[in-house]
């Protein structure tokens, strides 16, 4: 079982720095809609045979209201940091965007009451920290529409009790039914056949992270993923768009990495 939970971890890195990659090179000739749409769209008919398959939940109200926040938080956060992923570095704004894990921490304590230990406040100081030296070297308007995005990702917060009364695959399909819808406008894409593999890749992330976390616990889980990913995206940036990063950036993405490891797996 354990390494078929490291090997989920691996495929889960993999696929979003995958789908990251895929979009930045989409970003050339597709509206930020249009790929906010169909990425919803292919999530949310892959999850649909998910829950099929698995068995529909008992589903309230209250979860439709929490899918609605969450997706439509993430469309509108994906909007913005598709604006920053089109202008910077793919191996920088990926790692940087993924800050919104440690604010979703955040609201946590904040609006649930849940404790603030020790390592949430020390991860919740290096990422912020790492944030603060790579955006020097960031164009200002990078850094805004990453902050932007990070903040409205914070709306995933309300994923936690919706995957809690439903389960992850029916989570997973309310929410990404509620990101296509809020993504309409996208709906007339130039080539909508080449907009599936980012979805395609953001469903296989979710969907074998949420196996992994029973068959190696969410704390081996986050600690693992999030360096993985880091090294995937990094790799594809060089390799695809000859990114290089500066020693600011390196200094900065390791605090980040720490940070949200730090504040997620121990916190």
Not at 95 to 122: D, E, H, K, N
Request: glycine share 8%.
């Amino acid at each position: 079982m354990l390494e078929i939970g490291l090997a989920l971890i691996a495929l889960t890195a993999f696929s979003f720095a995958a789908k990251d990659i895929f979009s930045k090179n989409l970003l050339k000739t597709e509206s930020n809609w249009a790929v906010n749409f169909y990425m919803g769209l292919t999530g949310f008919l892959l999850s649909l045979v998910w829950v099929l398959l698995s068995g529909i939940p008992k589903i309230s109200l209250l979860d439709i209201f929490y899918a609605a926040i969450v997706g439509a938080g993430v469309s509108f956060g994906q909007y913005f940091f598709f604006k920053a992923l089109k202008e910077g570095k793919a191996s920088v704004v990926g790692p940087i965007s993924c800050t919104w894990a440690v604010l979703v921490v955040i609201f946590a304590v904040l609006f649930f009451g849940q404790p603030l230990s020790i390592a949430t406040a020390a991860g919740a100081a290096l990422a912020f920290g790492g944030i603060f030296i790579t955006a020097i070297s960031q164009h200002p308007k990078v850094t805004a529409n990453l902050i932007i995005a990070i903040l409205i990702w914070s709306t995933w917060v309300f994923a936690a009790p919706l995957i809690s009364n439903v389960g992850s695959p029916a989570a997973l399909c309310l929410i990404m039914l509620f990101i296509t819808l809020a993504s309409i406008r996208g709906i007339h894409a130039k080539k909508p056949h080449t907009l599936l593999l980012p979805g395609i890749f953001n469903f296989i992330a979710f969907a074998s992270e949420s196996i992994a976390i029973p068959l190696v616990t969410i704390v081996v889980t986050s600690a693992l993923m999030t360096p993985l990913y880091f090294l995937f995206i990094n790799i594809g940036g060089y390799f695809l768009f000859r990114e290089r990063l500066t020693k600011s950036e390196i200094t900065g993405l390791l605090l980040v990495c720490a940070g949200i490891v730090t504040a997620t797996a121990f916190g």
